[in-house]
């Protein structure tokens, strides 16, 4: 009876799209064939559970890079694990590449300690010479910052319709609290409604599928959140997931890392693999839904179809034609090779 009642909150969710572009939405049958109005730029907001693990650092400094380039612009970064302290490690990062007016947004109800891999969330206070600050920051108070909820609120109302790609590389915990949200002075729009008209395609770091089955890592910390992320989002909005297997084989070694910065040690994430145990298997799972949403690489997706989030977190992939999910398919060694010299390329660049 219990398990009866638990499937009763699973939602089955019709996401992404085909192709292998910065729009989910390229191909005829694509349940989002009419959201292909805007013709800009990859609007970007980087959802983020910064503070455990290292690849969240090089998706941000892709994101840095890319909008250098003219190739994204990074409305904002939500850090949806936490804590104020992880909201200053995005600080550390956005001032030190130059990007110091990104805002930030956190989290302040959310998943109560969750496992922490690399801890790095002393970065902001780390010293050098005369004991002065290695890094400077922006904020100046963090408990004014914005609730990540609040902040996507008043990005999306700001974009065109149908034009912001989101990367959510760790739990959906705004995302959920975005979705749940009403009307306000930021606008007359619901959470859902917001999402529906101003979203054009969610690009999210987690799933398992294929063979097996069993729970995601990221759903599975926060269950509830997970649960009302599925049942909420709307269906004509597309999502490409990016299940753990296809950055496994993505592998940026610390020692690689630390050597690629060679002109410097006052560098964020060379001070934190030179300071904290990176050597945990740590591999570039994060990167790939960025390089994805802006059009940098090439990716094999599945078929269309439906997902199903079970109460044990287990993801099911049913397929279907008028489905608007879809997910990464891994890469063979050739591939994988080509994502870390892009990976690498970036991280080696001199900070202007």
């Known amino acids: 009876m219990f398990e009866k009642k638990m499937w009763s909150f699973v939602s089955i969710l019709t996401l992404c799209g085909t192709l292998l572009l910065p729009s989910c939405s390229d191909d005829k049958s694509s349940a989002n064939e009419g959201n292909k109005a805007y013709k800009g730029i990859p609007l970007v907001i980087l959802d983020t559970d910064i503070g455990s693990s290292a690849d969240d650092l090089f998706a941000l400094e892709l994101l840095y890079r890319y909008e250098e380039e003219g190739r994204c612009k990074l409305l904002g970064v939500v850090v949806d694990r936490v804590g104020e302290e992880c909201a200053a490690v995005a600080d550390v990062m956005n001032t030190y590449f130059g990007h110091p007016n990104v805002p930030i947004g956190l989290v302040r109800k959310g998943i109560s300690n969750p496992p922490v891999w690399i801890d790095y969330k002393a970065l902001p206070t780390y010293t ?74 969610l690009y999210i770091m987690g799933g398992v599928f294929g063979k097996s089955v069993e729970p995601d890592f990221n759903f599975a910390q926060g269950i509830t959140f997970a649960q009302t992320f599925f049942r909420l989002w709307p269906r004509e909005v597309d999502m490409v997931f990016s299940p753990m297997e296809v950055g496994q084989e993505v592998e940026y070694k610390p020692e690689q890392v630390i050597s690629e910065i060679s002109w410097t040690d006052v560098h964020p994430i060379k001070q934190v693999y030179m300071t904290c145990n990176c050597n945990t298997g740590q591999k570039m799972w994060d990167p790939m839904a960025v390089i994805h949403a802006v059009g940098d690489a090439s990716f094999s997706l599945s078929e269309r179809g439906t997902v199903t989030l079970t109460p044990k977190a287990e993801t099911i992939f049913t397929p279907s034609a008028t489905g608007n999910c879809r997910y990464h398919l891994p890469g063979n060694e050739k591939w994988n ?5 892009k990976i690498r390329k970036y991280n080696m660049l001199h900070v202007r």
């Not at 920051?137 to 912001?164: E, I, K, N």
């Not at 090779?337 to 010299?341: K, P, S, T, V």
């Open 337 to 341: 090779a080509m994502m870390l010299e």
């Open 128 to 201: 050098i010479g005369d004991n002065q600050p290695m890094f400077r920051r922006t904020v100046s108070d963090y408990s004014a910052l914005p609730d990540g909820h609040t902040l996507y609120r008043r990005l999306l109302a700001a974009q065109p319709d149908h034009s912001v790609s989101i990367c959510s590389v760790g739990f959906v915990t705004a995302l959920a609290a975005l979705l749940e949200s009403e009307a306000d002075d930021i606008s007359p729009l619901s959470g859902v409604e917001l999402v529906r008209q101003k979203v054009k395609c």
